[in-house]
């Protein structure tokens, strides 16, 4: 077990939120899980880790793998002039995970709190969500209020956005 996947079942336990862990092959794109058969019953997710043109503001969103990540249309709400992918140092930096391996277990990182976390709020309510601990051989699935049980434990309080048809904020 890695120490950022280590870290997330911890504060798991800590919320006591119920959770399943799923050891299995690789998956490299959340697009795969599906058709792997890896879904567990669950509502896909995939992760973007973003950075204004300034590096001044980072954000880590959490969204439904089918969802479009309008990346204007996110800047537009969160008043920034644009939003980029941030590079694989700053994924180092601010959450302590590799490039490939981003999601919200890298809210463990002591680093991460410069970080605003923007969750789909096509998620909501959902009773199994599909995570990966920081290992992307491994998935955790927990539902809507173990997931904000898990953020509030990390001491974030989410944004929600609607990317379901290209960004209303809810």
Do not use: Q
């Amino acid at each position: 077990m890695n120490t950022v996947e280590s870290r997330m079942l911890d504060v798991l336990k800590k919320a006591s939120v119920e959770f399943e862990l799923y050891s299995h092959a690789p998956v490299l794109r959340s697009s795969d899980r599906v058709p792997m058969g890896l879904d567990f019953g669950g509502a896909v997710c995939k992760n973007l880790f973003l950075t204004t043109r300034s590096k001044s503001h980072y954000m880590l969103v959490l969204m439904l793998e089918s969802n479009h990540a309008d990346l204007r249309a996110l800047a537009r709400h969160y008043n920034s002039s644009r939003l980029t992918f941030a590079s694989d140092e700053d994924v180092e930096n601010y959450l302590g995970l590799r490039s490939g391996s981003i999601g919200v277990s890298g809210l463990t990182d002591p680093r991460s709190k410069d970080v605003e976390l923007v969750v789909d709020s096509g998620l909501t309510g959902r009773e199994r969500i599909c995570l990966h601990p920081g290992d992307v051989s491994k998935t955790v699935v927990i539902g809507w209020d173990g997931l904000l049980d898990y953020v509030h434990e990390c001491g974030f309080e989410p944004s929600f956005y609607d990317f379901s048809d290209g960004g209303n904020n809810v």
